[in-house]
């Protein structure tokens, strides 16, 4: 194909368009795993359920016991722009709502074969709903359900080879990111029961799971073990709240560092940062284990930044990032002395 120079500006065709951008809301195993968690805990599940086969690539199925989805919105589910969750622009600034921006599901049709089973009654009958790779929907059959939603999404990736290979080359580090992103969510939700299984030699075997009604202390228990929970000191300053690696404990790679705002799980390069190196003045090791929660003002917050909203705007950001590292501050200054959590040490 050849580029045309100079040629007439002309708006794309619709379709074409949506391709276009599709793709890049949902770009790996971790934010498709990540979207469909969303939209389950928008739901009010109380149990989310994923499970994996040939990695994720072959396909992820997350299947929740949520509010389930009436058939009048079955058409317009994988449609562009179609949400539940606002009505108006001004919304966005109030949205206590993981999703809001009605991308997700449309962007997984584009590079995966999506199938939703959903029944929102307690009659046990639900549908299962085929949709194209536009977001239509292309066949709908009456099944058992009881109420709730499960969304199998399989042969990721097909339509571009490219990034499919780049991933594959990469399956089990990619594998282990979605797992991590679960976490993310188990832990800003640890009430609810997660249950993630993968197969391993045609049978499925447990990742991790937790408990109905379970605190953050079980859930970071039953994810982690009990040994990682009893290194972890508890901060609660209003603000902030969670568990950090007392001074005497931590890791040297910076895989167990969870921080959420208004409890979405995000990234505060800022905050980490001044973390890990307010740590390594008391500690041999390079990085303390966070399981932080910051509670700010709605307006104080911009989330929309990027589709995945993993970046934040924080209006007062240098006072909260302040008031965390003092916080931490205060625990470590016990360097040694740090108090045990959960048992003896
Ligand atoms: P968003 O989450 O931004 O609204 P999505 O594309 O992720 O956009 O989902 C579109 C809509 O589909 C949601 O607004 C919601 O009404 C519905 N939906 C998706 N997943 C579920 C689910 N697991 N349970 C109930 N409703 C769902
Ligand atoms: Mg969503």
């Not at 049978?203 to 991790?208: C, D, L, Q, S």
């Not at 799980?265 to 390594?280: I, K």
Request: glycine content about 8%; hydrophobic content about 40%; aromatic content about 6%.
């Amino acid at each position: 194909a050849s580029i045309k120079k100079g040629g007439n500006i002309q708006r794309l065709d619709r379709k074409v368009g949506q391709r276009v951008c599709a793709s890049q809301v949902v770009v790996d195993l971790r934010s498709v795993c990540k979207e469909l968690i969303e939209n389950s805990l928008d739901a009010s599940s109380t149990s989310i359920k994923v499970s994996f086969a040939g990695n994720g690539f072959e396909s992820i199925t997350v299947s929740d016991n949520g509010t389930g989805i009436t058939p009048q919105f079955h058409e317009l589910l994988c449609r562009r722009h179609t949400t539940s969750k606002i009505e108006n622009a001004d919304d966005i600034v109030h949205a206590a709502s993981f999703g809001f921006r009605g991308e997700a599901l449309h962007s997984l049709c584009s590079f995966a074969d999506l199938v939703v089973t959903t029944s929102s009654t307690e009659n046990g009958v639900g549908h299962r709903i085929v949709y194209d790779s536009d977001g239509v929907l292309v066949e709908s059959t009456e099944t058992a359900r009881t109420r709730g939603t499960t969304v199998t999404v399989s042969n990721l990736f097909r339509p571009f080879p490219v990034r499919l290979r780049a991933l594959q080359k990469r399956a089990g580090v990619e594998f282990n990111r979605a797992v991590l992103a679960i976490q993310e969510y188990a832990l800003v939700a640890p009430s609810v029961a997660f249950s993630v299984s993968t197969m391993k030699n045609s049978r499925p075997t447990v990742v991790f799971a937790t408990s109905l009604g379970s605190t953050l202390t079980q859930s970071v228990g039953r994810i982690f073990g009990g040994s990682l929970l009893k290194t972890l000191v508890p901060i609660d300053t209003g603000t902030v709240s969670g568990f950090i690696s007392g001074a005497s404990y931590g890791r040297n790679t910076a895989d167990r560092q969870f921080i959420s705002i208004n409890n979405r799980p995000v990234d505060v390069p800022e905050l980490s940062g001044a973390l890990n190196n307010a740590f390594r003045a008391v500690s041999h090791y390079r990085f303390p284990c966070i399981f932080i929660t910051v509670k700010v003002a709605p307006d104080a917050i911009d989330v929309n930044v990027t589709p995945d909203k993993r970046t934040v705007l924080l209006r007062d950001r240098q006072t909260v990032v302040g008031q965390v590292v003092a916080a931490a501050g205060a625990v470590w200054g016990v360097a040694g002395e740090a108090p045990v959590v959960g048992g003896k040490r």
